[in-house]
């Protein structure tokens, strides 16, 4: 990501943030997003998604109709709870071996440090993570082999209408935000993005910072390769 698409990025976050009464954005590595507002700290995606639903009810982000804001919410806790997990534990992996690719994720950013002396530093970082999450080689292996099912079931929800309407709805922006960052991985990229979910994806989250170049073992990847 260069400076400019930087700060792009914070200032459409901070827009929304005003739009939706928001008095304070919180980003820290490691833990999930928060946003104070009326006074009250809201953290998680999905805590966040409802509480935006609510004070600014349009354009909604859940169908009104109780069996499709259902469906919605459940594309949207396998997105939290099973995607997510999946693509972090490869991608923690993945910078396990070589921190170098951290710089992408950071380049034209302010975080407090010179990005040089944050590459340098990351190691101990990255693996707390890993650790915390269980990237290790058996997971890493489960998550790469579960991902072509995974993305078959998230172009199913779209040929469905659960997914990619003319306005996003949470299911959407958890999903999308999810499969960017596994396509930060030129290991992954190729599997997802010519394919129904990529293609929403890429138009839900245009432009997304960070790449991983090839890291992961030819033999992982015959399951995703299979599937193209």
Same mark, same amino acid.
Request: hydrophobic share 45%.
């Given at each position: 990501?260069?400076?400019?698409?930087?700060?792009?990025?914070?200032?459409?976050?901070?827009?929304?943030?005003?739009?939706?009464?928001?008095?304070?954005?919180?980003?820290?590595?490691?833990?999930?997003?928060?946003?104070?507002?009326?006074?009250?700290?809201?953290?998680?995606?999905?805590?966040?998604?409802?509480?935006?639903?609510?004070?600014?009810?349009?354009?909604?982000?859940?169908?009104?109709?109780?069996?499709?804001?259902? $469906?919605? &919410?459940?594309?949207? #806790?396998?997105?939290?709870?099973? !995607?997510?997990?999946?693509? @972090? =534990? +490869?991608?923690? *992996?993945?910078?396990?071996?070589?921190?170098?690719?951290?710089?992408?994720?950071?380049?034209?950013?302010?975080?407090?440090?010179?990005?040089?002396?944050?590459?340098?530093?990351?190691?101990?970082?990255?693996?707390?993570?890993?650790?915390?999450?269980? $990237?290790? &080689?058996?997971?890493? #292996?489960?998550?790469?082999?579960? !991902?072509?099912?995974?993305? @078959? =079931? +998230?172009?199913? *929800?779209?040929?469905?209408?659960?997914?990619?309407?003319?306005?996003?709805?949470?299911?959407?922006?958890?999903?999308?935000?999810?499969?960017?960052?596994?396509?930060?991985?030129?290991?992954?990229?190729?599997?997802?993005?010519?394919?129904?979910?990529?293609?929403?994806?890429?138009?839900?989250?245009?432009?997304?910072?960070?790449?991983?170049?090839?890291?992961?073992?030819?033999?992982?990847?015959?399951?995703?390769?299979?599937?193209?």
């Amino acid at each position: 990501m260069d400076r400019e698409q930087a700060i792009r990025l914070m200032q459409d976050l901070l827009r929304r943030m005003v739009d939706r009464k928001g008095s304070d954005l919180f980003i820290t590595a490691g833990f999930p997003p928060a946003i104070k507002i009326d006074g009250r700290r809201i953290q998680g995606s999905r805590e966040i998604a409802r509480e935006l639903d609510r004070i600014e009810p349009e354009p909604p982000l859940f169908p009104a109709d109780p069996d499709r804001r259902a $469906a919605v &919410e459940e594309v949207e #806790r396998f997105g939290d709870e099973d !995607l997510q997990q999946a693509i @972090r =534990r +490869i991608l923690l *992996w993945a910078l396990g071996r070589d921190t170098a690719p951290f710089a992408s994720f950071a380049e034209g950013s302010r975080i407090g440090v010179p990005i040089g002396l944050a590459v340098r530093t990351a190691g101990p970082f990255v693996a707390l993570d890993a650790r915390s999450v269980g $990237a290790d &080689e058996a997971n890493v #292996r489960d998550a790469i082999s579960a !991902l072509p099912e995974m993305l @078959r =079931r +998230i172009d199913d *929800w779209i040929a469905e209408g659960v997914l990619g309407g003319e306005q996003p709805n949470a299911g959407d922006f958890q999903i999308a935000t999810c499969l960017r960052l596994a396509m930060s991985l030129d290991d992954l990229r190729a599997a997802i993005e010519r394919r129904p979910a990529g293609e929403l994806a890429l138009r839900v989250v245009p432009s997304y910072p960070g790449r991983i170049p090839p890291a992961l073992p030819e033999a992982w990847l015959e399951p995703l390769r299979t599937s193209l």
